[in-house]
């Protein structure tokens, strides 16, 4: 059985690596998990004598497939409790991080395989991530930043890049949430930042704000 530290370990590199498929740098995981490149060095070495990461010195690290599905398996927990947290608890959105956080430990396959199906299987958590089912497999969505559309087009919002609570409070005071339909009326040359249509309501967002938005054009 492994210990939260080393979960935690297996979802940074997961997410660093774009689903653990990519080499991470030790220097990478230190920054993501805020400790030391050497104490880095350390963890990985654990989790490659358990067959869990592919480590070779100076050329980062990666997850084998056993990583792979134990990674998948912490962030499916993660994404599904928020989820339930969202829909059955009424936590808003930048309130279940950090409980998700400590819930996504739980080991009992079985109580997640049923919270899935409690909660129909749902494919995107609260800030529009993606959840991988049981097997690892995640269902990938067409999306793009916001700040890459141009004048006149139309977009829902499908998902935040950045999901701190600053930003998604940011986002509930604008009425912006997943679902949101967009026009972009405008784009300044000078700072890229844009002027949208909302519910009919003309609003001004910053190049910062584009830059953490995922949409789907339609």
């Not at 997410?15 to 490149?37: C, D, P, R």
């Not at 949101?180 to 967002?205: A, G, P, Q, R």
């Amino acid at each position: 059985m492994l210990t939260l530290s080393e979960e935690n370990y297996l979802k940074a590199i997961y997410h660093l690596g774009k689903f653990g498929n990519n080499s991470v740098s030790t220097n990478a995981i230190a920054e993501q998990m805020q400790t030391k490149a050497s104490s880095v060095t350390d963890m990985i070495k654990k989790l490659a004598e358990k067959s869990l990461v592919n480590y070779k010195k100076y050329q980062g690290a990666t997850l084998t497939k056993k990583g792979q599905l134990t990674a998948a398996s912490v962030v499916r927990k993660h994404r599904l409790w928020e989820v339930f947290l969202v829909e059955n608890l009424n936590f808003k959105w930048d309130e279940v991080h950090e409980v998700a956080e400590q819930l996504e430990h739980i080991k009992s396959e079985k109580l997640i395989n049923q919270l899935d199906a409690f909660l129909d299987f749902p494919t995107h958590d609260p800030h529009g991530d993606p959840i991988p089912d049981k097997h690892g497999h995640i269902k990938k969505t067409d999306k793009e930043l916001l700040a890459s559309l141009k004048p006149s087009d139309e977009c829902l919002c499908v998902g935040v890049k950045d999901s701190s609570k600053e930003f998604l409070n940011y986002l509930d005071k604008n009425g912006i949430a997943l679902g949101t339909h967009f026009k972009v009326v405008s784009k300044e040359d000078f700072d890229e930042s844009m002027t949208i249509l909302i519910n009919k309501e003309t609003k001004s967002i910053s190049k910062s704000v584009s830059n953490n938005l995922f949409v789907k054009v339609i």
